[in-house]
């Protein structure tokens, strides 16, 4: 429980005073296929507390009767093994619960992290332009945590602590009423203590759980930047403003444990005033013969262990605010709906030829802001498209509405004819080959994410499609070839060599259509040379659509479609478009003008020096 305090303390603060029970209600479902080892665990608990409780008036009885000058030591013998028998089962008890609830926990959680993951697998891609991996991340290990293990040893222990509680209170009435009343006025006591002690620890608490996160920003982002932070000379400031955000941290919670570590002395003063309670007014008693000396006895450790319980209450309540709070926000995220779905009775699109079509498309990341405005686009089977425009224009908003990660608000989106609307997603999807800018590569080796796509080809059809789009040198001369491991991020290949493995990626798995997102970051030139090479190859015979930000793919491409202000506003070949003097010829002279190479220089060039 130790490194989860923080969460539980921060979801604790967070609550919801509304529908729990619906929440509640909700979690009690995942138990319900361990109603058996639940009813055992529950035997096992009432087992542990029956032992605890009955210890002590064992041992009063013993005192009693058998503690007398020169008495027969057999019934003496006789209560001490009963005594032990009766720890034995409070131990066995206490030992079965523990782990028949911990791999119930463990079932619980895994079962949870599971249907997270496969949610946030499933979840259109709006969802994940709002929110962030790391939130995502905190739901599916931190906040299923908090609520498996409340959900079992939580559970289990609450009821242990209560049982235990009313177990003693009950034999305390049972064996002497008014000791047993005069005892327990320390009750309110302890209930102010733990109010007062569990407000400020909680405000501490949420002191010291700011400074982390201060502190884990920073860190986040200076690692991250570490770069950037070199390149401008920021190390020391960095250094500064860390030492200042640990610093605050360290200072918050050095507060919060000082309240924590004060707890539990105040309480054994409480237990102290208690047992000396019970020694007084007792022994009192005792002398004048009202109670047995046992009684007494039996009164000392009851009193004892009677504070444990309430002490362990209130941590759980705590706890169990935590649970239904985690639970809310795991279960928020269960609901997710998914907003991208198939239509009732979409049908599997077949293998196409290769015609895109968008008629009339509007398309809006926000409702209010449309990006697309009534975009008409025709490409034919095998056709390279080239689109070009401004930055922020909607060009690869236009690739996303094709491969239908979002809804079009109106118009729509064909392939081959078909309504993407009308076609199961996969089948759909499964028609594109994807090259992204920003390449991702996955943890694992390089033949892995060439695999990505088509996880059962083999290791000649890695090589072909490598081969095929030019990459087989550069895969080849690294020092471990195709078995290079990756790690997060691509490791250390360079841009363009990620390119390369994202171009063979996409040429694995044979796609009737490529999407294209040009790489705008520097590539050097031979390395640009061979992914040009590749890509022409790859394109051979598919119908491509290619985000254009090199001038050697306007100029290759069978049509070049400018978009501006959300419509194609002029489309036809780079030598039309520049013939033709507009907004073609306006942008490329801002975008190309620059590269433009003197006349009798390859496409190719690389750009002249004045
Ligand atoms: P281009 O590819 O032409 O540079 P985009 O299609 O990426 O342009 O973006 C078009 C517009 O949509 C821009 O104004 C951009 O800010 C906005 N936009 C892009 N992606 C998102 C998103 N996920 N959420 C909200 N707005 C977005």
């Known amino acids: 429980m130790h490194g989860g305090w923080e969460r539980i303390a921060e979801l604790a603060d967070k609550a919801p005073a509304a529908d729990r029970a619906g929440t509640v209600r909700r979690l009690v479902v995942y138990l319900r296929p361990y109603r058996a080892e639940l009813g055992l665990a529950f035997v096992f608990v009432l087992a542990g507390t029956a032992g605890q409780a009955l210890g002590p008036a064992l041992i009063g009885r013993a005192v009693d009767q058998h503690l007398a000058p020169g008495a027969d030591p057999g019934p003496l013998n006789r209560a001490m093994l009963g005594l032990l028998a009766a720890y034995g089962v409070g131990f066995v008890g206490f030992v079965g619960q523990t782990a028949l609830v911990g791999r119930l926990g463990q079932h619980v959680l895994a079962t949870l992290r599971e249907e997270i993951f496969a949610r946030i697998q499933r979840l259109s891609i709006r969802y994940f332009d709002t929110h962030e991996a790391g939130d995502l991340m905190s739901r599916l290990v931190s906040d299923t945590e908090v609520v498996g293990n409340f959900l079992t040893q939580g559970l289990m222990q609450s009821l242990g602590s209560l049982f235990g509680l009313v177990a003693v209170v009950a034999l305390m009435v049972w064996s002497s009423p008014v000791l047993a009343l005069t005892t327990l006025v320390v009750i309110p006591a302890m209930v102010w203590l733990t109010r007062v002690f569990s407000s400020q620890a909680r405000d501490r608490y949420r002191t010291a759980r700011e400074a982390i996160g201060e502190v884990s920003s920073n860190l986040q982002e200076d690692i991250s930047g570490v770069r950037e932070s070199q390149a401008f000379a920021r190390t020391r400031r960095n250094i500064e403003r860390f030492a200042q955000a640990n610093a605050a941290n360290r200072d918050a919670n050095v507060n919060a444990v000082a309240v924590t570590s004060a707890f539990t002395p105040a309480v054994d003063v409480l237990s102290a005033v208690a047992t000396a309670i019970v020694i007084g007014l007792g022994g009192w008693m005792a002398v004048t013969g009202r109670i047995e000396v046992g009684t007494v006895v039996a009164f000392v450790i009851w009193v004892a262990n009677f504070f444990r319980p309430i002490q362990q209450l209130s941590a759980l309540y705590t706890q169990a605010q935590a649970a239904v709070a985690g639970a809310e926000r795991v279960f928020d995220l269960l609901d997710e709906p998914i907003e991208v779905v198939d239509r009732p009775g979409a049908v599997a699109l077949p293998d196409v030829a290769g015609a895109i079509a968008l008629e009339g498309v509007w398309f809006g990341y926000q409702p209010d802001k449309p990006v697309l405005r009534g ?139 490529l999407l294209l997102d040009e790489a705008t970051a520097n590539i050097d030139t031979r390395t640009e040379a061979r992914i040009q090479a590749g890509l022409e190859a790859l394109m051979r015979g598919r119908t491509s659509l290619v985000i254009a930000h090199r001038l050697s793919t306007v100029r290759r491409a069978d049509l070049v479609a400018v978009l501006v202000d959300g419509r194609i506003v002029e489309q036809g070949t780079h030598a039309e478009l520049l013939a033709r003097g507009g907004a073609y010829a306006e942008l490329h002279h801002k975008q190309f003008g620059a590269l433009e190479a003197p006349a009798g220089a390859g496409p190719d060039a690389p750009p002249v020096q004045a």
């Open 375 to 513: 975009l008409d686009l025709a490409i034919a089977p095998g056709q390279m498209v080239a689109v070009v425009g401004p930055t922020g224009a909607g060009k690869s908003t236009l690739a996303k509405l094709v491969l239908r990660y979002y809804d079009v608000d109106a118009g729509r989106v064909c392939v081959d004819g078909h309504d993407v609307r009308d076609v199961t997603q996969a089948s759909l999807r499964r028609q594109f080959g994807v090259v992204p800018q920003e390449v991702f590569l996955f943890s694992g080796s390089i033949a892995d994410n060439i695999r990505y796509g088509r996880p059962g080809a083999t290791d000649a059809e890695v090589e072909a499609a490598a081969r095929a789009v030019g990459a087989h040198d550069a895969i080849a001369s690294l020092p471990e070839g195709y078995a290079t491991p990756l790690g997060e991020r691509g490791g250390a290949l360079s841009a363009g060599q990620r390119q390369l493995v994202a171009l063979a990626r996409a040429a694995l798995v044979q796609p009737r259509i």
